[in-house]
């Protein structure tokens, strides 16, 4: 069974960063393509940044230029560097692979105000 572990969320101003983590157990991670998304309240989740088993990256236009997304094959993580965050990515924010997604996780909640 596939588990996802997502952390390094938090409060922070608008402009700060934030590191987020992503551990994946239960699978052979190197395999597949991972893709980051959020929630907000009241709305649906969305993706946000995706990294193939290539290490090839997208981002949606909302977070491009702002976050990177990156993978560690031999720590079985992904992870997202958020900078120059804005109130507008307040979410809880979601690991999981690209297609044939797993059963997602807790998330980790991102909180940017001042």
């Known amino acids: 069974q596939v588990r996802l572990v997502e952390s390094g969320g938090g409060l922070v101003q608008p402009g700060g960063s934030l590191r987020l983590s992503c551990a994946v157990s239960?699978?052979?991670?190197?395999?597949?393509?991972m893709g980051w998304y959020r929630q907000a309240p009241g709305k649906q989740r969305e993706l946000v940044a995706s990294?193939?088993?290539?290490?090839?990256?997208n981002y949606d236009d909302s977070v491009k230029g702002r976050f990177t997304i990156s993978r560690d094959n031999a720590k079985n993580t992904v992870y997202l560097q958020m900078n120059g965050l804005k109130p507008e990515d307040t979410a809880v924010y979601y690991c999981?692979?690209?297609?044939?997604?797993?059963?997602w996780g807790q998330g980790t909640q991102v909180t940017v105000s001042s």
């Open positions: 239960g699978t052979i991670f190197s395999w597949y393509g």
């Open positions: 990294i193939t088993s290539s290490s090839s990256t």
């Open positions: 999981n692979a690209l297609i044939r997604q797993w059963a």
